[in-house]
Nanobody
Framework: QVQLVESGGGLVQAGASLTLSCAASGRTDAMGWFRQARGKEREFVAVIRRSGYTPVYSESVKGRFTISRDNAKNTVSLQMNSLDPEDTAVYYC???????????????????WGQGTQVTVSS
C-alpha cells in the first residue's frame, strides 16, 4: 500500500503561480494529478511516468502547468502558471503501477490517492 500526501494548495489571484507537491511512501510507475471543482466530476490534469514517456496534460492546462517528478524521493510536483478562476478545485495526487497508456487519463486506473489539496483562484 502506497500513501500519498499532497501539499502546496492555497488561495491566489488570477494570473499567479502555485506549485503542488506530492510525496509517495513507495515507488510507483505513473504519478498524476486530477482535480474536482465543486459540483463537477473529477477530471484528469496531468501524468508522468517513472521513465521513458513524455508527460501528458489535459488540453485545459497544457502550456500553463508542468508536471515533474523526483524518482529518488518518490515525489511529483505540479507547477501551475497563469492560474485562472476556472482552475479552482480540489487537486488530488494519484499513483499506480501497470497502467496502460490508453488508460492513464482515467481516475479508475490509479490505485493510490492522496487526500486532496484546495486550490482557489480569485478573479
Amino acid at each position: 500500500q502506497v500513501q500519498l500526501v499532497e501539499s502546496g494548495g492555497g488561495l491566489v489571484q488570477a494570473g499567479a503561480s502555485l506549485t503542488l507537491s506530492c510525496a509517495a511512501s513507495g515507488r510507483t510507475d505513473a504519478m498524476g494529478w486530477f482535480r474536482q471543482a465543486r459540483g463537477k466530476e473529477r477530471e484528469f490534469v496531468a501524468v508522468i511516468r517513472r521513465s521513458g514517456y513524455t508527460p501528458v496534460y489535459s488540453e485545459s492546462v497544457k502550456g500553463r502547468f508542468t508536471i515533474s517528478r523526483d524518482n529518488a524521493k518518490n515525489t511529483v510536483s505540479l507547477q501551475m502558471n497563469s492560474l485562472d478562476p476556472e482552475d479552482t478545485a480540489v487537486y488530488y495526487c494519484a499513483a499506480g503501477n501497470g497502467i496502460i497508456l490508453s488508460s492513464q487519463r482515467r481516475g479508475s486506473a490509479y490505485a493510490y490517492w492522496g487526500q486532496g489539496t484546495q486550490v482557489t483562484v480569485s478573479s
